[in-house]
Nanobody, 118 residues
């Protein structure tokens, strides 16, 4: 499956932003979708995931209450809605996919930059 993330940009603290990740090449329903981010000089960290039908989401403690994830299987797209953004949310955000039942994310998008200024 190929993944294409979009929607990043430069915003002010407190603003909202929605990232999208479009998938192609294989049945979207076969995958759990995840969001990760990597800030300069830091390791990549898990942000959120959503199961194949959107019924189960997992949100990292660091963004819980501010970020949500959803998916539209008719559009083969997963979203990351980010609200109340903070400067520490600045990072490259990646979407990833793992087959239902698998542990590892085998497919990764190219990343989209989110910059939050104070």
């Amino acid at each position: 499956v190929q993944l294409q993330a979009s929607g990043g940009g430069s915003v002010q603290a407190g603003d909202s932003l929605r990232l999208s990740c479009a998938a192609s090449g294989r049945s979207f329903n076969d995958f759990v979708m995840g969001w990760f981010r990597q800030a300069p000089g830091k390791e990549r960290e898990f942000v959120a995931s959503i199961n194949w039908n959107g019924g189960i989401t997992v949100i990292s403690n660091s963004v819980r209450g501010r970020f949500t994830t959803s998916r539209d299987n008719t559009k083969n797209t997963v979203y990351l809605q980010m609200s109340s953004l903070k400067p520490e949310d600045t990072a490259v955000y990646y979407c990833a996919a793992r087959l239902n039942g698998n542990i590892n994310y085998a497919y990764w998008g190219q990343g989209t930059q989110v910059t939050v200024s104070s």
